[in-house]
């Protein structure tokens, strides 16, 4: 995971002029039960890995001294992309000062369904309540219906409506 290797230059190149320019994005991975941080320096538009660092914590002056070195390519950054940490947000600002920062999206809502979730919750539960107290739907037959016949059909059997034996007996 180095900037410097060639195959990665060349897929940054190729991003840059596609687009005019990269989107650089941090992420944070914990592994569980573990106190380090692994931060992932990477381009969003190629999606390309570019670097990483292990860090105990989130440190702004560690963070800016790892993003020198990509500082440095010769590309025109569009914008930075991170999660809601100040850490990795102050290191971006101060990296690329004139690229525009943006909350990563799926962050965003990840932690906005937090609060969401029990009240969405909540809400559909009372909607299943109130959909429960409704009457009942008759089911829908897709056989066409004479509009005429709005009285309810007689299903009783044919034989039995006019039954031959009684026709014939009383003749």
Not at 31 to 45: D, I, P, Q, R, S
Not at 119 to 126: A, F, G, M, N, Y
Request: glycine share 6%.
């Amino acid at each position: 995971m180095g900037g410097t290797i060639a195959h990665t230059h060349s897929k940054l190149a190729a991003t840059a002029d596609e687009h005019g320019g990269l989107i650089w994005a941090i992420d944070a991975l914990q592994a569980e039960g573990h106190g380090t941080l692994l931060y992932v320096l990477y381009e969003v538009l190629s999606g390309t890995l570019v670097s990483g660092i292990q860090l105990p914590q989130a440190q702004t002056q560690r963070l800016i001294e790892w993003l020198q070195p990509y500082q440095k390519l010769p590309y025109k950054v569009l914008a930075t992309l991170s999660d809601g940490e100040k850490s990795i947000i102050a290191a971006m600002n101060s990296s690329w000062p004139n690229a525009p920062h943006q909350r990563c999206q799926a962050h965003f809502l990840n932690n906005l369904s937090g609060s969401v979730l029990p009240l969405d919750t909540k809400l559909r539960q009372q909607l299943k309540a109130d959909l429960d107290r409704l009457p009942k739907v008759p089911e829908y037959s897709e056989r066409p219906q004479d509009p005429r016949s709005e009285q309810q059909q007689d299903n009783t059997p044919f034989f039995q409506k006019f039954p031959i034996c009684t026709y014939l007996s009383s003749m």
